[in-house]
């Protein structure tokens, strides 16, 4: 039996907002992640329903003040829930092997800006932005 398919890093898509538009061409990195819900108090119900973590999209991308630039979506909105696609394989069509995460997000504080002087440094900024709920694995089945 072959080992199982590696994802590797030359594909992949981010679609965010209602129109979807895909920004992976100023994203350079891109995780769904999750730890353990910041509460006082969790439920056994909270914790039989899979409630007890807190999922997040971790966004590295370019800087870039362009209007139609993901650094410029995030500054107009931060702190708006908006649907969200990942693809980590960068198809346009999810499948039993290439599934896409999809879900709603709340959009992060607005990024930074500026860098270190060079005249080929290009800046980057990072974006934490909760996932509402937990994202939904999308086989296309």
Known sequence: MPGST???????????????????CDVTAATITNEEKDSDVTT???????DDRQ?????????????????????????????????PHGNAIPSADQPHFTGNVTIGDRPEI??????DNTYTF??????????VVDRGV
């Open 126 to 135: 990072e974006s934490q932005w909760e996932i509402v709920g937990t994202p």
């Open 55 to 87: 999922f997040f999209l971790n966004i590295t991308a370019i800087q870039s003040t362009d209007a139609d630039s993901l650094w410029s979506y995030i500054w107009d909105n931060t702190g708006e829930d908006v649907a969200f696609t990942y693809a």
């Open 6 to 24: 590696r994802i590797k890093g030359v594909g992949l898509t981010l679609s965010v907002g209602s129109p979807a538009v895909d920004y992976k």
């Open 44 to 50: 056994f119900c909270d914790v039989s329903e899979g």
């Open 114 to 119: 500026g860098g270190e002087a060079g005249k």
